[in-house]
Each structure stands twice: as structure tokens, then as C-alpha cells.
């Protein structure tokens, strides 16, 4: 069965600093990989997904992810961060056989300050 | 455009009521999602649907169900509602794809 680990259920960091949202997956199979960032209040936004070629994926707002099949993990990464960055990100997996299938990690709450 | 549009946003209901959330989308998406989100952890997926008339289980469907009845809207219905139900429960939409479109969320209590 698949699972998503995401590691630490809150990060705090300082505006410009980096952001690094750990996630780790478990999938006998080569996984399809989302991550999802949800605003306060609001419901969940695509921030970018890797389904397969190029393991470094860029997404929306300055986000990239980074797909290593060796250590079975996906962290997001953002080298500035933005005071506008604070909200919960999920990161989700399927292993393609249906997008209906997405297990959500726990999320991970972003803090940004000043 | 309005997206994914969730009613009622805030309810609160007795134990053995029943109530229907209502998520109605305008992007002519044909796969439809229900969702509940539970402190600490991820979103579950209730019922889902691939198109008008058809609906399929999820992870948790046990207390629910759905309907389809066109293509552009999706009704979750709690026929007896639990303590165990209270919840903040998501409308997604998308193509034939991963879940895109989300509403802002109905957060339900159950007394």
C-alpha cells in the first residue's frame, strides 16, 4: 500500500531564507507526485506534479520539487522565501493507476517571518 | 467564472440529521471529488465521479452517499450524521487528470 511521510508538521523560516518541505513516500511502483499548498480559509491549489521525464519539476510561484527514486523522496524547495509563502502544503502520490487514487501526506504548515 | 463553487460554507447539525453539500462546477470537468480534511492529517477521499450518472467509493464512504446528476454539479448527502462526521469536507473538479479544482470547503459540526 502506498503511503506519504511528510516530515516536520511545522517549518518556520525567515523572508529570504530557504524553504525545504520534506516528503517521503513509500510505492512498489514508480509513483506519480503532487504538491498541493492550501491558504488559509481556502481550498487546495496544484503547485506542481512529476509524472515522468525531467525529475526536477518547477511549479507555480518560484516552488520547485525534486524526484529521487534512490532515497523514495520529493521535498519541496524555494530558494526566498516570501512572507505571502505561509500556508499548509501537501504533498500527494498515485501510482498512475488512477488520479483518484491520491494519498495526501499530513501536511506540513509553512511559517514565515520577518 | 466562478470555479468550484461549495454550499452551505458553515453548518451544524444534530446527531441523526441529514444534509446535503452541494458542489457545482462551471469548466465542464468531467471528473468530480468529495473530500473531508480532519486536523493532522490529509485529505481522504469520500465518493468520486468520472462523469454525469456515474459515481465510484473512495477511501471513506461508509455514512455517505452521492449523486451525479449533472455533469456540472455533485451532491454528497449524510443521511444520519455522527459526531465522527464533523469535519471541513472539499468539492474538487478536473479533467481527466489529478484533482485541480478545489472549493473554498464546507466546515460541518455535528453535535
Same mark, same amino acid.
Given at each position: *500500500?502506498?503511503?506519504?511521510?511528510?516530515?516536520? %508538521?511545522?517549518? %518556520?523560516?525567515?523572508?529570504?531564507?530557504?524553504? #525545504?518541505?520534506?516528503?517521503?513516500?513509500? +510505492? +512498489?511502483?514508480?509513483? /506519480?507526485?503532487?504538491? /498541493?499548498?492550501? /491558504?488559509?480559509?481556502?481550498? #487546495?491549489?496544484?503547485?506542481?506534479?512529476?509524472?515522468? @521525464?525531467?525529475? #526536477?519539476?518547477?511549479?507555480? &510561484?518560484?516552488?520547485?520539487?525534486?524526484? $529521487? $527514486?534512490?532515497?523514495?523522496?520529493?521535498?519541496?524547495?524555494?530558494? +526566498?522565501?516570501?512572507?505571502?509563502? *505561509?500556508?499548509? =502544503?501537501?504533498?500527494?502520490?498515485?501510482?498512475?493507476?488512477?488520479?483518484?487514487?491520491?494519498?495526501?501526506?499530513?501536511?506540513?504548515?509553512? *511559517?514565515?517571518?520577518? | 467564472?466562478?470555479?468550484?463553487?461549495?454550499?452551505?460554507?458553515?453548518?451544524?447539525?444534530?446527531?441523526?440529521?441529514?444534509?446535503?453539500? #452541494?458542489?457545482?462546477?462551471?469548466?465542464?470537468?468531467?471528473?468530480? =471529488?468529495?473530500?473531508?480534511?480532519?486536523?493532522?492529517?490529509?485529505?481522504?477521499?469520500?465518493? !468520486?465521479?468520472?462523469?454525469?450518472?456515474?459515481?465510484?467509493? @473512495?477511501?471513506?464512504?461508509?455514512?455517505? &452517499?452521492? %449523486?451525479?446528476?449533472? $455533469?456540472?454539479?455533485?451532491?454528497?448527502?449524510?443521511?444520519? *450524521?455522527?459526531?465522527?462526521?464533523?469535519?471541513?469536507?472539499?468539492?474538487?473538479?478536473? !479533467?481527466? %487528470?489529478?484533482?485541480?479544482?478545489?472549493?473554498?470547503?464546507?466546515?460541518?459540526?455535528?453535535?
Amino acid at each position: *500500500a502506498q503511503s506519504v511521510t511528510q516530515l516536520g %508538521s511545522h517549518v %518556520s523560516v525567515s523572508e529570504g531564507a530557504l524553504v #525545504l518541505l520534506r516528503c517521503n513516500y513509500s +510505492s +512498489s511502483v514508480p509513483p /506519480y507526485l503532487f504538491w /498541493y499548498v492550501q /491558504y488559509p480559509n481556502q481550498g #487546495l491549489q496544484l503547485l506542481l506534479k512529476y509524472t515522468t @521525464g525531467a525529475t #526536477l519539476v518547477k511549479g507555480i &510561484n518560484g516552488f520547485e520539487a525534486e524526484f $529521487k $527514486k534512490s532515497e523514495t523522496s520529493f521535498h519541496l524547495t524555494k530558494p +526566498s522565501a516570501h512572507m505571502s509563502d *505561509a500556508a499548509e =502544503y501537501f504533498c500527494a502520490v498515485t501510482q498512475g493507476d488512477g488520479y483518484n487514487k491520491l494519498i495526501f501526506g499530513a501536511g506540513t504548515r509553512l *511559517a514565515v517571518h520577518p | 467564472n466562478a470555479g468550484v463553487t461549495q454550499t452551505p460554507k458553515f453548518r451544524v447539525l444534530k446527531t441523526g440529521q441529514s444534509m446535503t453539500l #452541494l458542489c457545482a462546477q462551471d469548466m465542464n470537468h468531467e471528473y468530480m =471529488y468529495w473530500y473531508r480534511q480532519d486536523p493532522g492529517m490529509g485529505l481522504r477521499l469520500i465518493h !468520486y465521479s468520472v462523469g454525469e450518472g456515474t459515481t465510484a467509493k @473512495g477511501e471513506v464512504p461508509d455514512g455517505y &452517499n452521492v %449523486s451525479r446528476l449533472k $455533469k456540472q454539479n455533485f451532491l454528497l448527502g449524510l443521511e444520519s *450524521a455522527a459526531p465522527s462526521q464533523t469535519s471541513v469536507y472539499f468539492c474538487a473538479s478536473s !479533467y481527466t %487528470s489529478e484533482p485541480q479544482h478545489f472549493g473554498d470547503g464546507t466546515r460541518l459540526s455535528i453535535l
